[in-house]
Nanobody, 123 residues
Framework: QVQLVESGGGFVQPGGSLNLSCVAS??????????INWYRQAPGKERELVAS???????NYADSVKGRFSISRDSAERTGTLQMNSLKSEDTAVYYC???????????????WGQGTQVTVSS
């Protein structure tokens, strides 16, 4: 079983920065992590994709965060990070880490989710 543990959320004033981390815990072997994604869900809104990064390091961002957020990964450490700069009140949401991963060469890839971490941007 793969578990994703997120950290780094919190309260910050507009214009501030936060760095979110997501670590795939070793409750079982992880053969390969494919895409790492960060989603967010604000109250009363649907969950939306914020940023993604492939095994090759190709990144993709929602228009609302381009130029302010940066996604990265360390495959050896089974970690994904989301650096968030110039935060705005509309960035307030619960942020979720998502990994498409395979636990062995003989098993298909599955989606795994973190528990979510709250980010609040307010003055």
């Amino acid at each position: 079983q793969v578990q994703l543990v997120e950290s780094g959320g919190g309260f910050v004033q507009p214009g501030g920065s936060l760095n979110l981390s997501c670590v795939a815990s070793r409750t079982g072997d992880i053969f390969l992590i494919y895409t790492i994604n960060w989603y967010r869900q604000a109250p009363g809104k649907e969950r939306e994709l914020v940023a993604s990064i492939t095994t090759d390091g190709n990144t993709n961002y929602a228009d609302s965060v381009k130029g302010r957020f940066s996604i990265s990964r360390d495959s050896a450490e089974r970690t994904g990070t989301l650096q968030m700069n110039s935060l705005k009140s509309e960035d307030t949401a619960v942020y979720y880490c998502n990994m498409l991963a395979r636990t062995s060469i003989s098993t298909p890839a599955s989606n795994y989710w973190g528990q979510g971490t709250q980010v609040t941007v307010s003055s």
